[in-house]
């Protein structure tokens, strides 16, 4: 028997019945059938519903058909309805194969667009820092022109000779300037 709710003797709750239950199965050798056994589903919940149309084998269209297209998309990257009809009957392909034919080309092209852009982007990118490095080591060898309004504060002087970047940090002395 369960265990009486403290305070409350002969009390029972269902789920006291189960667990004595499956107790009472696992001693007497019987498979012990769990209160969710009933419901659990085996596999994804979606297996168990209609099976999945087959799919259709990749369309092949001809070289003919696809410089058409091509030629077309060249020109134009988008179609109306009526010129996409037209232009299935002239290659004697469905509409659907012209329109998907269409959409894939755009993806396409808008992939290689971007790697185009990010290609020109790192290019820049290295130039710009060849360009830097030669003008850094430009100014590490030519020493500052010197600023008339400098010569004449000993403070602005040695600030314009100061160069942290140069192998040899001495401040020239400014004395006898004034």
């Known amino acids: ?25 696992r001693l007497s050798g019987e498979p012990a059938l769990s209160p969710f056994a009933a419901t659990r589903r085996i596999g994804h919940p979606y297996q168990n519903r209609t099976p999945p149309k087959r799919k259709k084998p990749r369309t092949s269209f001809s070289r003919v058909q696809i410089c058409e297209l091509e030629k077309r998309f060249h020109r134009q990257k988008y179609l109306a309805s009526a010129e996409r009809a037209t232009l299935a009957k002239a290659l004697k392909m469905t509409d659907a194969q ?8 755009r993806t396409k092209w808008r992939r290689q667009t971007a790697e185009e852009r990010e290609a020109e ?5 290295r130039l710009m820092l060849h360009l830097q490095q030669e003008a850094f080591q430009k100014s590490l060898s030519q020493p500052l022109p ?9 403070s602005l002087y040695a600030l314009q000779n100061l160069q942290p970047w140069a192998e040899d940090n001495k401040v020239t002395s400014v004395s006898g300037v004034a």
Do not use: Y
């Not at 012209?98 to 080309?105: A, E, G, Y």
């Not at 982007?121 to 990118?125: C, I, K, L, Y």
């Open 1 to 25: 028997a369960p265990p009486p709710v403290p305070g409350l003797p002969g009390l029972t709750f269902p789920w006291m019945e189960t667990t004595r239950r499956i107790a009472k199965d």
């Open 98 to 105: 012209v329109k998907t034919w269409f959409q894939n080309r």
């Open 121 to 125: 982007r790192q290019q820049a990118n």
């Open 146 to 154: 010197q600023d008339p309004l400098c010569m004449h504060n000993s």
